[in-house]
Protein backbone atom coordinates (compact mmCIF):
# COMPACT_ATOMS: atom_id res chain seq x y z
CA UNK A 1 0.00 0.00 0.00
CA UNK A 2 1.23 3.66 -0.35
CA UNK A 3 0.32 4.90 3.23
CA UNK A 4 -0.21 8.33 4.25
CA UNK A 5 1.37 9.39 7.34
CA UNK A 6 0.37 12.81 8.81
CA UNK A 7 3.19 14.09 11.24
CA UNK A 8 5.39 11.46 9.53
CA UNK A 9 8.42 13.23 10.20
CA UNK A 10 7.72 13.37 14.28
CA UNK A 11 9.32 10.91 16.69
CA UNK A 12 6.21 8.27 16.06
CA UNK A 13 5.99 9.36 13.09
CA UNK A 14 9.49 7.80 12.07
CA UNK A 15 9.07 4.67 13.43
CA UNK A 16 5.75 4.14 11.71
CA UNK A 17 7.36 5.12 7.97
CA UNK A 18 10.06 2.76 8.96
CA UNK A 19 7.71 -0.32 9.73
CA UNK A 20 5.73 0.54 6.48
CA UNK A 21 8.66 0.20 4.13
CA UNK A 22 9.76 -3.00 6.38
CA UNK A 23 6.80 -4.32 5.60
CA UNK A 24 7.13 -3.43 1.71
CA UNK A 25 4.58 -0.83 2.19
CA UNK A 26 5.34 3.27 0.31
CA UNK A 27 4.90 5.55 3.28
CA UNK A 28 4.06 9.39 2.27
CA UNK A 29 5.42 11.95 4.74
CA UNK A 30 2.58 14.63 4.81
CA UNK A 31 3.83 17.59 7.45
CA UNK A 32 3.54 21.25 7.77
CA UNK A 33 7.27 21.68 7.07
CA UNK A 34 10.47 20.23 5.76
CA UNK A 35 12.36 19.09 8.85
CA UNK A 36 16.31 18.69 8.54
CA UNK A 37 17.68 15.78 6.79
CA UNK A 38 16.59 14.20 4.02
CA UNK A 39 14.07 11.06 4.80
CA UNK A 40 14.16 8.34 1.98
CA UNK A 41 10.43 8.95 1.62
CA UNK A 42 8.20 11.02 -0.66
CA UNK A 43 7.27 14.11 1.20
CA UNK A 44 3.91 16.36 0.90
CA UNK A 45 3.96 19.41 2.27
CA UNK A 46 0.55 20.54 3.92
CA UNK A 47 -1.03 21.29 6.76
CA UNK A 48 -3.85 19.14 8.47
CA UNK A 49 -5.91 22.12 9.05
CA UNK A 50 -6.46 22.17 5.34
CA UNK A 51 -9.15 19.85 4.24
CA UNK A 52 -8.33 20.04 0.69
CA UNK A 53 -4.75 19.46 1.51
CA UNK A 54 -5.77 16.08 3.09
CA UNK A 55 -8.16 15.05 0.69
CA UNK A 56 -5.05 15.74 -2.05
CA UNK A 57 -3.26 12.89 0.40
CA UNK A 58 -6.20 10.94 0.23
CA UNK A 59 -6.68 11.30 -3.19
CA UNK A 60 -3.00 9.27 -3.34
CA UNK A 61 -2.44 7.17 -1.50
CA UNK A 62 -4.38 4.00 -0.29
CA UNK A 63 -4.66 4.36 3.43
CA UNK A 64 -3.83 7.42 6.42
CA UNK A 65 -2.31 7.03 9.71
CA UNK A 66 -2.66 10.25 11.38
CA UNK A 67 -0.47 11.14 13.77
CA UNK A 68 -0.12 14.51 13.42
CA UNK A 69 -1.13 16.84 16.41
CA UNK A 70 -0.36 20.21 18.41
CA UNK A 71 0.72 19.01 21.37
CA UNK A 72 1.41 19.23 25.32
CA UNK A 73 -0.51 18.88 28.44
CA UNK A 74 0.14 22.29 30.94
CA UNK A 75 1.54 23.87 27.87
CA UNK A 76 -1.75 23.94 26.06
CA UNK A 77 -4.01 24.84 28.98
CA UNK A 78 -3.34 28.63 28.66
CA UNK A 79 -3.68 29.10 25.20
CA UNK A 80 -6.48 26.19 23.91
CA UNK A 81 -7.21 27.29 21.11
CA UNK A 82 -4.22 25.95 18.83
CA UNK A 83 -4.77 22.38 20.03
CA UNK A 84 -8.25 22.68 19.53
CA UNK A 85 -8.34 24.14 16.11
CA UNK A 86 -5.67 21.63 14.73
CA UNK A 87 -6.58 18.54 16.33
CA UNK A 88 -10.15 18.79 16.08
CA UNK A 89 -10.18 20.19 12.40
CA UNK A 90 -7.16 17.92 11.02
CA UNK A 91 -8.81 15.17 12.56
CA UNK A 92 -12.06 15.76 10.98
CA UNK A 93 -10.19 16.38 7.74
CA UNK A 94 -8.69 13.52 8.07
CA UNK A 95 -12.02 11.60 8.76
CA UNK A 96 -13.78 13.45 5.48
CA UNK A 97 -10.44 12.38 2.98
CA UNK A 98 -10.34 8.80 3.93
CA UNK A 99 -14.62 8.83 3.85
CA UNK A 100 -14.31 10.29 0.13
CA UNK A 101 -12.07 7.35 -1.30
CA UNK A 102 -13.26 4.56 0.81
CA UNK A 103 -9.52 4.48 2.46
CA UNK A 104 -8.41 2.73 5.38
CA UNK A 105 -7.55 4.94 8.32
CA UNK A 106 -5.81 4.65 12.26
CA UNK A 107 -5.95 7.31 14.76
CA UNK A 108 -3.85 7.09 17.33
CA UNK A 109 -5.47 8.33 20.64
CA UNK A 110 -3.81 9.37 23.46
CA UNK A 111 -3.71 7.66 27.16
CA UNK A 112 -4.41 10.28 29.58
CA UNK A 113 -7.82 10.66 27.52
CA UNK A 114 -9.29 11.31 30.67
CA UNK A 115 -7.79 14.20 31.84
CA UNK A 116 -9.27 18.09 31.53
CA UNK A 117 -6.11 19.62 29.17
CA UNK A 118 -6.52 20.69 25.89
CA UNK A 119 -4.45 18.24 24.27
CA UNK A 120 -6.35 15.23 26.29
CA UNK A 121 -10.13 16.93 25.33
CA UNK A 122 -9.09 17.24 21.86
CA UNK A 123 -7.69 13.97 20.95
CA UNK A 124 -10.29 12.16 22.62
CA UNK A 125 -13.47 14.54 20.96
CA UNK A 126 -11.82 13.35 17.83
CA UNK A 127 -11.73 9.58 18.95
CA UNK A 128 -15.65 9.54 19.60
CA UNK A 129 -15.89 11.09 15.75
CA UNK A 130 -13.87 7.90 14.55
CA UNK A 131 -16.86 5.92 16.62
CA UNK A 132 -19.22 7.86 14.95
CA UNK A 133 -17.66 7.98 11.48
CA UNK A 134 -17.36 3.88 11.21
CA UNK A 135 -20.94 3.68 12.46
CA UNK A 136 -23.04 5.70 10.06
CA UNK A 137 -19.94 6.83 7.56
CA UNK A 138 -19.08 3.22 6.02
CA UNK A 139 -15.21 4.24 7.53
CA UNK A 140 -13.20 2.01 8.39
CA UNK A 141 -10.68 3.55 10.78
CA UNK A 142 -9.37 2.08 13.55
CA UNK A 143 -8.42 4.15 17.38
CA UNK A 144 -4.82 2.99 18.29
CA UNK A 145 -4.47 4.21 22.05
CA UNK A 146 -0.90 4.84 22.75
CA UNK A 147 0.37 5.45 26.22
CA UNK A 148 3.85 7.07 27.47
CA UNK A 149 6.09 6.00 23.84
CA UNK A 150 10.18 6.15 24.52
CA UNK A 151 13.17 5.81 22.64
CA UNK A 152 15.87 6.57 20.64
CA UNK A 153 15.38 10.26 18.62
CA UNK A 154 12.73 11.51 21.27
CA UNK A 155 13.57 15.34 21.06
CA UNK A 156 14.53 17.05 24.40
CA UNK A 157 13.09 20.00 25.16
CA UNK A 158 15.16 23.41 26.98
CA UNK A 159 17.89 23.62 28.15
CA UNK A 160 19.11 20.14 26.35
CA UNK A 161 17.37 20.45 23.37
CA UNK A 162 14.77 22.48 20.95
CA UNK A 163 12.05 20.56 21.71
CA UNK A 164 8.98 22.70 22.89
CA UNK A 165 6.88 20.32 25.43
CA UNK A 166 8.79 18.57 27.86
CA UNK A 167 8.69 14.64 27.44
CA UNK A 168 9.91 12.67 30.62
CA UNK A 169 11.88 10.14 29.25
CA UNK A 170 14.20 12.75 27.26
CA UNK A 171 14.23 14.67 30.38
CA UNK A 172 15.03 12.09 32.63
CA UNK A 173 17.93 10.91 31.07
CA UNK A 174 19.76 14.34 29.88
CA UNK A 175 19.27 15.14 33.35
CA UNK A 176 21.19 11.88 34.92
CA UNK A 177 23.71 11.83 31.99
CA UNK A 178 24.28 15.89 32.69
CA UNK A 179 24.68 14.88 36.49
CA UNK A 180 21.56 16.98 37.37
CA UNK A 181 18.91 15.69 40.06
CA UNK A 182 15.63 14.65 38.48
CA UNK A 183 12.60 16.20 38.62
CA UNK A 184 9.49 14.92 39.29
CA UNK A 185 6.42 16.21 39.02
CA UNK A 186 4.35 15.37 41.96
CA UNK A 187 7.19 13.24 42.98
CA UNK A 188 6.48 10.29 40.52
CA UNK A 189 3.54 8.71 42.32
CA UNK A 190 1.59 8.85 39.46
CA UNK A 191 1.44 5.82 37.05
CA UNK A 192 2.00 6.31 33.71
CA UNK A 193 2.81 3.14 30.92
CA UNK A 194 5.78 3.35 29.21
CA UNK A 195 6.00 1.76 26.00
CA UNK A 196 8.87 1.13 23.60
CA UNK A 197 8.29 3.44 20.14
CA UNK A 198 8.70 0.53 17.77
CA UNK A 199 6.27 -1.75 19.19
CA UNK A 200 4.00 1.08 18.78
CA UNK A 201 4.95 1.96 15.11
CA UNK A 202 4.19 -2.01 14.64
CA UNK A 203 0.88 -1.75 16.77
CA UNK A 204 -0.23 1.04 14.14
CA UNK A 205 0.47 -0.50 10.69
CA UNK A 206 -0.71 -3.68 12.22
CA UNK A 207 -3.99 -2.03 12.75
CA UNK A 208 -4.13 -0.15 9.38
CA UNK A 209 -3.69 -3.53 7.18
CA UNK A 210 -6.37 -5.30 9.75
CA UNK A 211 -8.42 -2.19 8.48
CA UNK A 212 -7.66 -2.66 5.00
CA UNK A 213 -8.63 -6.36 4.86
CA UNK A 214 -11.87 -4.92 6.46
CA UNK A 215 -11.62 -5.58 10.30
CA UNK A 216 -12.26 -2.89 12.37
CA UNK A 217 -12.04 -3.43 16.06
CA UNK A 218 -14.89 -2.34 18.14
CA UNK A 219 -12.99 -1.25 20.65
CA UNK A 220 -9.65 0.91 21.18
CA UNK A 221 -6.49 -1.02 20.55
CA UNK A 222 -4.25 -0.03 23.05
CA UNK A 223 -0.55 -0.34 23.47
CA UNK A 224 1.75 -0.24 26.54
CA UNK A 225 3.00 -3.49 28.86
CA UNK A 226 0.73 -5.76 30.85
CA UNK A 227 2.62 -4.66 34.43
CA UNK A 228 2.31 -0.74 35.40
CA UNK A 229 4.88 1.39 37.24
CA UNK A 230 5.19 4.69 38.99
CA UNK A 231 7.38 7.35 37.12
CA UNK A 232 9.47 7.35 40.40
CA UNK A 233 10.50 3.65 39.34
CA UNK A 234 10.89 4.38 35.86
CA UNK A 235 13.29 7.16 36.62
CA UNK A 236 15.14 5.06 39.36
CA UNK A 237 15.62 2.32 36.77
CA UNK A 238 17.36 5.38 34.31
CA UNK A 239 19.09 6.44 36.94
CA UNK A 240 20.54 3.07 38.06
CA UNK A 241 21.45 2.38 34.24
CA UNK A 242 23.10 5.65 34.07
CA UNK A 243 25.21 4.41 37.07
CA UNK A 244 25.84 1.40 35.78
CA UNK A 245 27.17 2.85 32.20
CA UNK A 246 29.73 4.89 34.65
CA UNK A 247 27.53 8.19 35.37
CA UNK A 248 27.49 9.67 38.34
CA UNK A 249 24.45 9.05 40.90
CA UNK A 250 21.86 11.68 40.35
CA UNK A 251 19.25 12.63 43.21
CA UNK A 252 15.43 12.49 42.64
CA UNK A 253 13.69 15.95 43.67
CA UNK A 254 9.68 16.76 43.80
CA UNK A 255 8.28 19.21 41.80
CA UNK A 256 4.53 20.57 42.10
CA UNK A 257 1.93 18.65 39.85
CA UNK A 258 1.92 20.20 36.45
CA UNK A 259 -1.57 21.72 35.36
CA UNK A 260 -3.47 19.57 33.17
CA UNK A 261 -2.66 16.41 35.23
CA UNK A 262 -3.63 14.91 38.65
CA UNK A 263 -1.73 14.09 41.52
CA UNK A 264 -1.58 10.30 41.67
CA UNK A 265 -3.17 9.42 38.29
CA UNK A 266 -2.94 6.56 36.39
CA UNK A 267 -2.33 6.07 32.92
CA UNK A 268 -2.48 2.59 31.56
CA UNK A 269 -3.01 0.73 28.92
CA UNK A 270 -5.16 -2.74 28.18
CA UNK A 271 -2.28 -4.73 25.72
CA UNK A 272 -4.82 -7.52 25.84
CA UNK A 273 -6.62 -5.26 22.72
CA UNK A 274 -3.60 -6.14 20.72
CA UNK A 275 -4.55 -9.19 19.00
CA UNK A 276 -7.60 -7.75 17.63
CA UNK A 277 -4.48 -6.68 15.19
CA UNK A 278 -2.76 -9.74 15.51
CA UNK A 279 -0.01 -8.78 18.33
CA UNK A 280 1.08 -11.00 20.77
CA UNK A 281 1.27 -8.98 24.16
CA UNK A 282 4.29 -11.16 25.09
CA UNK A 283 6.08 -9.66 22.15
CA UNK A 284 6.62 -6.09 23.38
CA UNK A 285 10.14 -5.05 24.01
CA UNK A 286 10.57 -5.11 28.18
CA UNK A 287 11.09 -2.10 29.47
CA UNK A 288 14.41 -2.11 31.18
CA UNK A 289 16.00 -3.35 27.28
CA UNK A 290 13.95 -0.85 25.72
CA UNK A 291 15.38 1.74 27.97
CA UNK A 292 18.98 0.91 27.87
CA UNK A 293 19.12 0.90 24.23
CA UNK A 294 17.62 4.43 24.63
CA UNK A 295 19.83 5.66 27.24
CA UNK A 296 23.15 4.27 25.15
CA UNK A 297 21.76 6.24 21.96
CA UNK A 298 21.57 9.40 24.26
CA UNK A 299 25.07 8.82 25.29
CA UNK A 300 26.23 7.93 21.59
CA UNK A 301 24.20 11.27 20.13
CA UNK A 302 25.70 13.53 23.02
CA UNK A 303 26.10 17.25 21.48
CA UNK A 304 24.56 16.22 18.47
CA UNK A 305 20.69 15.46 19.33
CA UNK A 306 20.85 17.01 22.33
CA UNK A 307 23.35 19.74 24.12
CA UNK A 308 25.01 18.10 27.61
CA UNK A 309 24.59 21.25 30.18
CA UNK A 310 26.95 21.82 33.37
CA UNK A 311 25.05 24.00 35.51
CA UNK A 312 21.41 23.34 36.94
CA UNK A 313 18.63 25.48 36.17
CA UNK A 314 15.50 24.63 37.50
CA UNK A 315 12.42 23.63 34.65
CA UNK A 316 9.70 24.72 36.90
Not at 117 to 140: L, Q
Not at 258 to 267: D, F, I, K, M, Q
Request: proline fraction near 7%; hydrophobic fraction near 40%; charge should be negative.
Amino acid sequence: MRVGVTGGSGFIGSYVCEELARRGHEPVIFDHRRRAGTPPYEIMLGDIRDATAMTELAAHCEGIIHLAAVLGTQETISRPQPAAETNLSGGLNFLEAVAQYDLPGVYICVGNHWMNNSYSISKTAVERFVHMFNAYRGTKVANVRVVNAYGPRQTAAAPFGAGKVRKFTPAVICRALSGWPVELYGGGVQQSDMVWVGDVARALVSALETAERGTVPDEVVEVGPATSQTIRSVAELIIDQCVELGYPRVPIVSLPMRPGEEPGATVRADPSTLTAVGIDPESLLPLAEGMRRTIEWFIETSGEHWSPQTVSVSLC
